[in-house]
């Protein structure tokens, strides 16, 4: 059985005539005929009373009507949904996100009005959770710190905001105002996320400091940012991390002083990835970076 003998069927239903009914579906009568025989063959029952004068449905033929109508209508919305998929303007995106990567936000509002059908599900977690989560088909795409050696995931670098002092807002720098130099934290105590979940926004601050004279006195380690910026804004420490679009409460961002200051992220992807979905995202996500850079 065909779909085109349950759409032929479903004119006959309506017409009650084999020739409109062929009229409507532009072949001749006797290639309809022969379908709608075909069709009562592979059901198994009659389906239509036929005389020289009329064609009328039998009891079997009303039941399948109804059920060929659904079945119609089933297969025109399945098509359609994916006609919208294949132009990503239908489907779920899973999107594994960095603390650090909090300027994101601006970009999912320019997806979200290009493509307000994709719904989108954020999750908050480290550079290594998301490469599992990219291995094991729990995420799509990852907003990541490199490296990645991983050979499934892709990577497209991109540059996070400048790299800034997190301050408690109390702290004699951040009343003094201004630029602080990476030198003037040399005797803090660190606030930082673990190394095992992110080492390469771990080893770029940790590199920084060394290359300023000093190893950095990490006394905490947190597994995420929001976490640092409420350790820091109670006194716990001072930690140092992309400047944010806001700064909560508590803490406080001062420029870096020193030049060069900045740190690469990246946005990954499965290597072998075919969803329109995705590749539309991404390619929102980096136009939107070249015009307007985290």
Same mark, same amino acid.
């Given at each position: 059985m065909e779909l085109r003998h349950i759409r032929y069927f479903t004119v006959l239903a309506e017409e009650l005539n084999f020739s409109r009914a062929a009229e409507r579906l532009h072949i001749a009568q006797p290639p309809l005929s022969r379908q709608i025989q075909q069709l009562e063959e592979e059901v198994g029952v009659r389906l239509l009373d036929r005389t020289k004068r009329r064609?009328?449905?039998?009891?079997?033929?009303?039941?399948?009507?109804?059920?060929?109508?659904?079945?119609?209508?089933?297969?025109?919305?399945?098509?359609? &949904? +994916?006609?919208? /998929? =294949?132009?990503?303007?239908?489907?779920?995106?899973?999107?594994?996100? %960095?603390?650090?990567?909090? $300027?994101?936000?601006?970009?999912?509002?320019?997806?979200?009005?290009?493509?307000?059908?994709?719904?989108?599900?954020?999750?908050?977690?480290?550079? &290594? +959770?998301?490469? /599992? =989560?990219?291995?094991?088909?729990?995420?799509?795409?990852?907003?990541? %710190?490199?490296?990645?050696? $991983?050979?499934?995931?892709?990577?497209?670098?991109?540059?996070?905001?400048?790299?800034?002092?997190?301050?408690?807002?109390?702290?004699?720098?951040?009343?003094?105002?201004? /630029?602080?130099?990476?030198?003037?934290?040399?005797?803090?105590?660190?606030?930082?996320t673990p190394r095992s979940i992110g080492p390469g926004f771990y080893d770029a601050v940790t590199r920084i400091c060394h290359e300023a004279g000093f190893s950095p006195n990490i006394t905490i380690e947190t597994h995420d940012l929001q976490t640092v910026f409420v350790l820091v804004s109670a006194g716990m420490g001072v930690s140092i991390a992309p400047a944010i679009s806001y700064e909560p409460g508590g803490v406080v961002f001062r420029e870096l002083a020193d030049q060069d200051i900045t740190m690469d992220g990246g946005i990954a992807y499965r290597r072998e990835e075919t969803s329109e979905v995705v590749h539309s995202f991404l390619d929102t996500f980096l136009e939107y970076i070249t015009y307007k850079p985290f």
């Open positions: 064609v009328e449905l039998t009891n079997a033929g009303k039941a399948f009507l109804e059920k060929a109508y659904q079945l119609i209508d089933l297969v025109e919305d399945a098509c359609d &949904t +994916a006609r919208m /998929a =294949a132009r990503a303007e239908h489907g779920k995106l899973i999107i594994g996100f %960095t603390g650090t990567a909090h $300027n994101l936000l601006p970009v999912l509002e320019v997806y979200r009005n290009k493509y307000p059908e994709v719904s989108l599900n954020l999750q908050l977690m480290g550079t &290594t +959770a998301q490469i /599992a =989560a990219l291995q094991d088909k729990s995420i799509d795409v990852g907003i990541l %710190t490199p490296p990645v050696t $991983n050979e499934e995931i892709l990577v497209k670098k991109i540059k996070y905001p400048p790299l800034a002092a997190i301050l408690p807002k109390n702290h004699p720098l951040a009343l003094r105002g201004g /630029a602080v130099s990476i030198k003037e934290l040399a005797a803090e105590s660190f606030v930082i």
